[in-house]
């Protein structure tokens, strides 16, 4: 096959996954709710069955990359705003809840890139299975912040600038550091 062929197969597919991706954008604004383009990712994972739900009144910005595998689903609840350069690797579960605030370059995974298998490069070997992460209502979300697999963030809380979230963080908290630590409990009035 020449080159030419690969150029048009190639362009083919950019097309479809940009159609893709501005249908779901469409049926995103019909809740109230906004996607900013352009997002990455894979558009034809975002009409799946169930793979994605979006709440009413969310914002999510520009340049964001929602990677969602196979059997994942990824929700986010109503009212929440996540700023721009959002980066999502889904491989089991993830969930936004309601009225979360986030700040530019958050990144959420709930799995690991394999790694055992001495005679296979790591970037070629498959991802672990997914272990779910949940940030609950009310959160707030600083810049640069890293959550990771099995982790549930409670509600009310702040994750602090720069923080890797490693374990679950309880409601009503502030946590930051690498790895990320409570520094103080917020005080219900």
């Not at 689903?73 to 959002?86: A, C, L, M, P, S």
């Not at 394999?114 to 272990?131: C, E, H, L, R, S």
Request: glycine content about 8%.
């Amino acid at each position: 096959m020449n080159k030419r062929y690969w150029k048009i197969l190639d362009a083919g597919k950019k097309l479809v996954n940009g159609f893709f991706k501005l249908l779901f954008s469409f049926r995103v604004r019909a809740r109230g709710s906004v996607i900013k383009m352009p997002f990455r990712g894979d558009g034809r994972m975002l009409f799946k069955s169930g793979a994605v739900t979006i709440g009413k009144n969310v914002y999510i910005d520009r340049d964001s990359w929602l990677s969602i595998m196979d059997g994942a689903k990824f929700v986010v609840g109503d009212n929440t705003v996540i700023n721009r350069y959002f980066v999502l690797a889904c491989c089991n579960f993830i969930e936004i809840g309601n009225n979360v605030l986030v700040a530019d370059r958050l990144f959420i995974t709930d799995a690991d890139h394999g790694y055992t298998d001495f005679n296979v490069p790591i970037k070629n070997q498959a991802m672990t299975t997914g272990m779910p992460v949940k940030i609950e209502d009310d959160c707030w979300i600083g810049i640069n912040v890293c959550i990771l697999k099995n982790v549930t963030i409670g509600k009310h809380s702040i994750i602090g600038a720069g923080s890797v979230v490693t374990k679950s963080v309880p409601p009503y908290s502030i946590v930051a550091g690498n790895p990320a630590k409570v520094i103080k409990e917020i005080e219900k009035k």
